[in-house]
């Protein structure tokens, strides 16, 4: 979830200060304040908030018109609008419902109250304040970025005190790894990964880590679980980068080429597709679903007959390949 932006519309300094605090304690740091509806509504022009917390009572403009113009905009149809004032009439209650108001504040304001429409307002809007843990991982960041890396690996291991996180040992790993200590690095990335099989970054940089230390196999090992994970993710630049790395390791990789192949091919680069499937073949020539992947891209550039031969090559090195065989079941019907 991201931070959210919270405009508090009151012209009592006093209850803009109390209500400001209540939001602060509660975790919501983005908050900006006008003196009067009109105000309120020439920031909402140009700025778009999570959510507005608006007095009712105030001169020239009150509150419910301010409710009204917002709920006219269809940027603010759906954007969670309070009211807050000492004194809910039922007339007032009724009002402010027929105008679309989500929610009403009576003042003076309690932090339980106001906690209770936060979580209204997280559930309709998906944003919430950030958590503890979400603050220090931000400050790590941060550190990392002016490059106070002993700092950041204090707070990086408060994080952990608190409760594991992989983003907390993933930017261990960094740090250790920065600072030359690549097996302690490895050691926090392996964890990282443990708690989120599917955190590419951690596996892409627990690969460079094997590298310097001179580790080829694990280094290709690694690297390549995090193409895959970024392949399944659509993140194709990101795998291309990565596979590209492997074959600075390990040239005569098959599963490299296999995966640039399969990569090429969804991009609708089918000749550099076949170029990657032909290089993965002259290593693995009897490998039964690299040339069943040049059937499918002779498939994409029409050429049932090349197709067909592809995918009587892989039968022959695999006769239990299914889809091989449905494919080539069709072809042949269509010829016939």
Known sequence: ???????????NSIAVHELGDILKYLGYQSIEEAKTANEAWAILRIRTFTAVISAWNMPEMTGLALLKVARNDDRYLDMPFYLT???FTKTKILEAARSGVSGLIVKPFETDAIKGKMEDMAELTGVAPPTEAELSLEEG???LETGDHEAALDVFEKMLSEGETAEAYYNIGY???AQGLYEEGIRAFRKATQLNRLFAKAYEAMGRAYRDLGQPEQAEQSLHKAAEIYMSSEKDEDAEEVLNEILELAPDTVNVYNSLGVLYRKKGDLDTSLMHYGKALKIHPEAPHIHYNIGRVYMDKNLPKKAESSFKAALKYDPDFTEAREVLTAIELSVM
Do not use: C, G, Y
């Open 175 to 177: 740090v250790k790894t």
């Open 1 to 11: 979830m991201k931070d959210a932006s919270l405009l508090i519309v009151d012209r």
């Open 85 to 87: 004032d000492s004194d």
């Open 141 to 143: 960041m941060e550190l």
